[in-house]
């Protein structure tokens, strides 16, 4: 089965080709950076604007690279949500109309079960169960994963997810959009025993997170020490140090408390160096596996949403002819394959 997948979830326009056979045959992304780095912060009309203007030539890209016809599809996948409601909107749309036209069916893909699955994209994907900690732009999550379908949702931010603390941080200290990279790279230069930052809700019990006090304490920590070059380092590192053992130590937690041996880090932030590297450490000592994307899959992207679409479509499942998106959409409401 061979299906076309497309991403416009925020503030990036990604489609791909894969085929249940042969795997994935070719992906292409547009980044909106430029389009919202004037505004420090994605504007969501403009958004969707910039969607509308690229999913045509990024479908006919896509086509030419695989040498495929559209009559040789099978099948359209596109994110239905959650995310930016007119995004959304623009490729569900999109999706909806190619797949009707085609005669093909189409199906809706949950953003988060779309980067829960990409590390499947990998030559040595993860067996199931395993546990997932995903961290993408407006969402933290630790998931049990007993199959496509199957999620226990086992902890969540109660505030800002980690990519927003991360982004709002990188703001307070002066740079650029998007933040979060900036951050991470400013990080490596600072001094990791100056500041000691606070590791919210890992002296409870549970495993939900709550990121937003980190950003307060950055903000307090700048005004009171001065707003030098090396300070905004050291900060970025002792902020970074504190979300990365905040993350660890309830993915140590859910491990225990599920007796699974393999983890999945995926998402952007899944992305961050520090962070696969702590975990990796962690997995190391357990004697257990990470598994992760490999980057340009760590962030939104067209080839996790063929993939979760075409699994769904080879189970039958598919949509009427409507379009339709759910900004807030709980990823333990999706149904199991085979159910």
């Not at 007796?259 to 990796?280: D, H, K, P, S, T």
Request: glycine share 12%; aromatic share 6%; hydrophobic share 45%.
């Amino acid at each position: 089965m061979r299906v076309l997948g497309i991403e416009t979830s925020c503030d990036e326009t990604g489609l791909a080709i894969y085929d249940s056979g042969a795997g994935l045959l070719a992906h292409a992304l547009h980044s909106q950076v430029a389009v919202h780095a004037e505004y420090g912060g994605v504007v969501p009309e403009l958004a969707s604007r910039d969607h509308i203007r690229k999913l045509l030539p990024l479908a006919n890209r896509v086509l030419g690279e695989a040498g495929l016809a559209k009559t040789d599809l099978d099948g359209v996948a596109f994110t239905a949500g959650p995310g930016l409601i007119g995004a959304l909107l623009v490729g569900a749309a999109f999706g909806r109309a190619l797949a009707w036209t085609w005669g093909v069916p189409a199906v809706a893909v949950h953003h988060m079960e779309g980067h829960l699955l990409a590390p499947m994209l990998e030559e040595d994907p993860p067996a199931f169960p395993f546990l997932a900690l995903l961290v993408s732009g407006g969402h933290t999550l630790l998931v049990e994963v007993a199959g496509v379908g199957r999620y226990r949702v086992l902890g969540e931010s109660l505030d800002d997810a980690v990519g927003e603390a991360f982004d709002k941080t990188a703001k307070l200290l002066g740079l650029p959009y998007p933040g979060g990279p900036e951050l991470a790279r400013l990080a490596e230069q600072g001094d990791p025993g100056r500041f000691r930052f606070p590791r919210p809700m890992v002296d409870r019990p549970g495993l939900d997170f709550s990121f937003s006090g980190l950003k307060t304490f950055a903000l307090n920590t700048l005004a009171a020490e001065g707003d030098d070059d090396q300070t905004r380092a050291d900060i970025a590192r002792a902020f970074q140090d504190a979300v990365v053992d905040t993350l660890a130590i309830k993915c140590r937690r859910a491990l225990e408390q599920t007796g699974l041996e393999r983890l999945v880090v995926a998402g952007g932030v899944g992305a961050n160096r520090a962070l696969r590297g702590r975990l990796l450490t962690l997995m190391a000592e357990r004697g257990g596996r990470l598994y992760h994307p490999r980057p340009e899959f760590c962030t939104d992207n067209g080839a996790m949403i063929a993939y979760a679409g075409s699994l769904r479509l080879a189970a039958g499942q598919h949509e009427p002819l409507l379009i339709s998106a759910r900004a807030r959409w709980p990823l333990e409401d999706l149904p199991p394959l085979g159910a």
